[in-house]
């Protein structure tokens, strides 16, 4: 079975010259030839395969996955899942509904799309200082991120410093230095989901999964930074009544970006099945052994899913 993960699909904005999305008309294409080629697992069948830990009817079939929990999920996504009966599972991070500030993460996204990368990495390698990067992972995470992506010149390295490098102490007020000196304005009340959009989206048969609160790399953190981030993840769907299955997604995915700490934590939760990035099928034994990281496609390994 086969496991899709989605993130930006949409249509072009001349505001955003450089930005990397799924272009709709493609995203469309992509589940025509997923329904022709394999056919899309029922939500029964892979509960069922959840419950049983065998993939029985599921076996063959796609699941499609979207991380993030962006406007264009409603707009695009939900609009052509409705219009062919199908269900997705959609990975929320949570912050942003109680602060009202978009994740550094998106800010990040929407920098890359809005302004040349040569330009964005000379800018921060201005602002940047050696006190700023404590990690002694830094070779592993230079050799493990970004390597299934296809950017602009600049644009790799500026994501992965801000991401990967960086100190956390540092990250958010870096992020501001930059955006000030290219006087870009971020929106966030229009860049996520509505909770009455989360609501009416799960209420339709749409599972609504944790993807942590600040969408941090899990491995960085201490064991009780992380509990906190699943925890009050989900706390915060349980709220807003968007949890019937305890699902939860790896922010960034990768083998690098959580640890044993952070699997030990999702099993203490009762978490049902967690999603890593690894580009494999899900076979029997992954849901016996593997649950808390099953495996899963970026979109663009497979024809029409390659970024605008």
Not at 35 to 40: D, Q, S, Y
Not at 78 to 87: D, I, M, S
Not at 243 to 268: A, E, R, V
Request: proline share 3%.
């Amino acid at each position: 079975m086969k496991a899709i993960m989605y993130h930006y699909v949409q249509e072009y904005s001349s505001d955003l010259p450089y930005f990397r999305y799924l272009d709709i008309r493609n995203f469309v294409k992509q589940l025509d030839l997923f329904e022709k080629k394999f056919g899309f697992v029922s939500k029964t069948e892979w509960m069922l395969a959840i419950e049983r830990k065998r993939l029985g009817d599921a076996k063959g079939k796609v699941l499609l996955t979207f991380d993030d929990a962006m406007s264009c999920h409603y707009q695009y996504v939900y609009t052509e899942l409705k219009r062919r009966n199908l269900w997705g599972i959609f990975y929320v991070p949570t912050q942003p509904y109680i602060t009202n500030k978009m994740l550094n993460v998106h800010r990040i996204h929407l920098l890359c799309g809005a302004i040349n990368g040569v330009e964005l990495l000379e800018r921060l390698l201005y602002f940047l200082e050696e006190k700023m990067i404590p990690d002694k992972k830094i070779r592993a995470f230079k050799e493990d991120t970004y390597t299934n992506q296809s950017n602009y010149e600049g644009i790799s390295q500026f994501k992965r410093i801000l991401n990967y490098f960086v100190s956390y102490h540092y990250r958010e007020a870096l992020i501001d230095k930059v955006a000030n000196f290219f006087d870009y304005k971020f929106e966030a009340p229009t860049f996520y989901l509505s909770v009455e959009e989360l609501q009416e989206m799960h209420a339709y048969g749409n599972i609504i999964g944790a993807h942590t609160v600040s969408h941090p790399v899990m491995s960085k953190l201490s064991a009780g930074a992380q509990l906190s981030e699943i925890v009050n993840s989900f706390n915060f769907l349980d709220n807003i009544n968007c949890q019937t299955s305890k699902t939860y997604c790896h922010p960034y995915g990768g083998f690098h970006s959580f640890d044993d700490l952070t699997i030990d934590i999702l099993y203490s939760q009762n978490v049902q099945y967690s999603f890593n990035v690894e580009h494999r099928d899900i076979i029997d034994a992954d849901l016996i052994s593997s649950v808390q990281c099953l495996p899963r496609f970026d979109c663009n390994k497979f024809p029409f899913g390659k970024a605008s």
